[in-house]
């Protein structure tokens, strides 16, 4: 199982996925992503790329009122993509793609949400780790013993 830093790490690649779709930035971390995927495999690199194209074509092709339900169904599937990767391989290799997982997110700029928010990458977690995305959130954070 994965610490909270890597999950978190994994959302936010499966995040910039999503984020940069259709834009400047998608032909670069759609590149990287996919040589990640690949781990030095052809096969494996081109079946990154032809998942990375599939999602893409979704993202670009949805209406309008499916498109926050589509990127939310596409960030998830790339974070669980990322988790399966990561858990797949040894320390040292995990170690390996959680640092060039977080060199294609942190430079994937922040993109404003739909929402008017903004989605911001380059963030370091250090313990335990809480991610949430989507408008109208509400987080209540209590620290101590209870009562």
């Known amino acids: 199982m994965l610490d909270a830093a890597l999950v978190a790490l994994a959302a936010a690649g499966g995040a910039a996925v999503v984020q940069a779709a259709g834009t400047d930035e998608w032909n ?43 990127q939310l169904r596409q960030e998830a599937s790339w974070q669980a993509r990322f988790e399966d990767l990561l858990e797949s391989v040894g320390d040292e290799e995990r170690v390996r793609l959680a640092e060039g997982l977080r060199a294609l997110v942190a430079e994937q ?39």
């Open 28 to 70: 670069g971390l759609r590149s990287g992503v996919a040589r990640l995927l690949g781990r030095g495999d052809e096969a494996r690199e081109q079946a990154g790329l032809a998942r990375l194209d599939q999602t893409a074509t979704e993202l670009l092709a949805v209406e309008p009122a499916s498109a926050e339900r589509m």
């Open 109 to 147: 700029p922040a993109r404003p949400r739909g929402d008017g928010g903004a989605v911001f990458f380059s963030n370091t977690f250090h313990g335990a780790t809480a991610l949430q995305v989507g408008n109208s959130n509400r987080q209540d954070n209590r620290f101590g013993t209870g009562s």
